[in-house]
């Protein structure tokens, strides 16, 4: 069974680009989740999906963060504008439906932002 | 709301040796469950071991256990016969039953098994 696959795996770009990752969950897992983990962390929520709905995005600085997770299955995460402090590993998971309490996560996405 | 705490410093341990982790947490909530993952530096979290909060017995899986005890509200991690590959990162995280489903982390555990 292929895991959680991210893209890219490093990523640097200067203060206010905008940036794109990309998160393809294990197949036929109805749940995606991404997490951003900051250096000496552990992960924090940014958004859960449902399917293609949103079921919790209350820690997603909406200003300069979006995703969406179009049919279901892959998902994007943007930032536009990038700040330093979003500088950190960006993780992806997924879980089957019913089986919340297993989350399989993704290798995660380096940014810097210089 | 939930909140996960990790205060050991950095653990070096001898290979073959068993290892304690601790975790403590909070919460008013009746009903939750408890994780632990383990993060090597790959980078990816992966699933250790999970402990629901009416569970009457401690979880077990293979060399991981967890030593549940619910009145203090710890969650301790044991690995048992320590390996090399068993170096990595060690989050607790937890998660109530009833309510908006997020999995909170602590701030992780770093343990190094030397030979």
């Known amino acids: 069974e292929a895991g959680v696959a991210q893209s890219p795996r490093y990523k640097i770009i200067e203060k206010r680009q905008s940036v794109a990752f990309w998160c393809n969950p294990i197949?036929?897992?109805?749940?995606l989740y991404w997490y951003q983990q900051i250096l000496g962390q552990g992960p924090k929520l940014l958004i859960q999906f449902q399917n293609n709905g949103v079921v919790d995005d209350s820690q997603l600085p909406k200003d300069r963060f979006s995703a969406e997770r179009l049919k279901g299955v892959d998902s994007t995460l943007k930032i536009q504008p990038a700040k330093l402090e979003d500088s950190a590993v960006y993780l992806c998971a997924s879980s089957s439906r019913g089986q919340d309490y297993e989350q399989y996560f993704g290798p995660g996405t380096r940014l810097t932002v210089t | 709301a939930q909140k996960i705490t990790q205060t050991q410093p950095g653990m070096f341990v001898q290979e073959k040796e068993a290892v304690t982790l601790d975790c403590t947490y909070d919460?008013?909530?009746?009903?939750?469950?408890l994780f632990w993952y383990k993060q090597p530096s790959s980078g990816e979290m992966i699933f250790l071991i999970y402990?629901?909060?009416?569970?009457?017995q401690n979880a077990t899986e293979g060399r991981y256990s967890l030593n549940f005890q619910k009145a203090r509200k710890s969650a301790n991690l044991v690995i048992s016969a320590s390996q090399l590959g068993d170096s990595a990162m060690y989050f607790c995280?937890?998660?109530?039953?009833?309510?908006?489903?997020?999995?909170?982390f602590g701030k992780g555990n770093q343990v190094v098994v030397i030979p």
């Open positions: 919460t008013s909530d009746p009903s939750y469950g």
């Open positions: 995280a937890m998660r109530v039953t009833y309510g908006n489903n997020r999995l909170a």
């Open positions: 197949s036929g897992h109805a749940t």
């Open positions: 402990q629901g909060s009416y569970d009457q």
